[in-house]
DNA sequence: CGTAAGCCGTACAGCAGTGTACGACTTATG
DNA sequence: CATAAGTCGTACACTGCTGTACGGCTTACG
């Protein structure tokens, strides 16, 4: 939104913040320590918004080992930060699911599947938490819709093959496996789950509740 | 919990607010002005803080129809304010569901309770948020438990039945029935489920995912 | 090896919210 | 109807956060 009007009136472009946020890519104008810089600040960012959502652009200054008026020079504001964060967390998962294989039984592929996802949503529980706080929720969805495709894709698959129920709607199916998932986190997260039985409770509990209802009764 | 030291100090007790909060009750001394305004506050914080979490004290009193300083008079604080809501909210829950028939066939009592949680759930979801904004999660999840109570009762006794599933612990069960109306929750809010479709949508997955496996693979 | 890009700390302005103090006014209640 | 309980607005002190400005220093890079 605030690069828009920058890229306009700086013909020379790239000489402070245009596209090359993300510590990959080819910014070449960029000095390399700068770019170290922000790649220090999404992770240190990351990892304390997980552990405390309201930390202060202080908190994650110097939790990059970085001066806060650098941290402002790479990110206009709290909000542009925390929005960099989050998609930098999607993209990380996304590129997490992308390695899982969701051929073959429907069944084993959803297992497959809750097996890669569940701890990256449990580990970014907070983070989510931070992120509704400030960002706006079309936002939020946005990125989300895009990380959910997967499952979507995976459950339509399995309601043509009559593997999984065709009464309710595939977006609620959708619902209900993200649902499941983020109970977990928060239950271990509460002390009342231990992280080793998680798993095999969101798969056990999810594979009943998307199987075919039996006509009996 | 913060008002023992209060009662040590103040011999006289009850001059302000010692348990007279709620507007039921004997409370001798306070004067019936002083209790409406107690009871308009929650009120007006109820509904408030449902739509806006961050709603600040001025604008909680500006809603009451009360001065600011009047509601700091009765509620020392920000946090007390939001714990008083908060138990407000369980209580009528609570009351809600003590009139929910849980005798007789275990699904359609399941039905029943659904029908009964789903909505009060889903017009507390904010306050939620703001009470894990500011409250410790030990006291919200004390709150929480008691309204679960019933949930697992139920649960137990379909177990004992053999109507529900043994295979996973009921622990986990009542998560998977909080997790799925919380989830139901938030796509209405975010439109994307209407009203009228959501109880039976949770209602059918929540006993798929209740009913025992069946032997058959 | 010079220069510009980038870093740093400090300092400032602004804002919003929380709690508290005070004095004057209103109203239940006996 | 007198009095104590309660309310009201205004004002103040304090805290914490955001975002910006400035000048000096470091360092990457050609």
Redesign the pocket.
Known sequence: MLDGSDDMEDPVAG??AADGKDQAGGSR??????QR?VSAILEAAQELLSTDPTA???EVARAA??????L???F????ELLDAVFTRVMAEADRALADVDLTGDEPQALARLVRSSWRIVQQSRLLLFAAQLELPQGQIREHHDRALERVESLIRRGRRNRTFRTDLPTSWLVTVFYSVIHGAADEINAGRLTVERAPNLITATLLSAFAPPVPAT
Chains 1, 2 share one sequence.
């Open positions: 000489t402070k104008g960029r000095r390399a320590d700068a810089n202060s652009m202080q080992g970085v001066g806060r008026v650098t402002y020079s790479h206009g504001s709290r909000t």
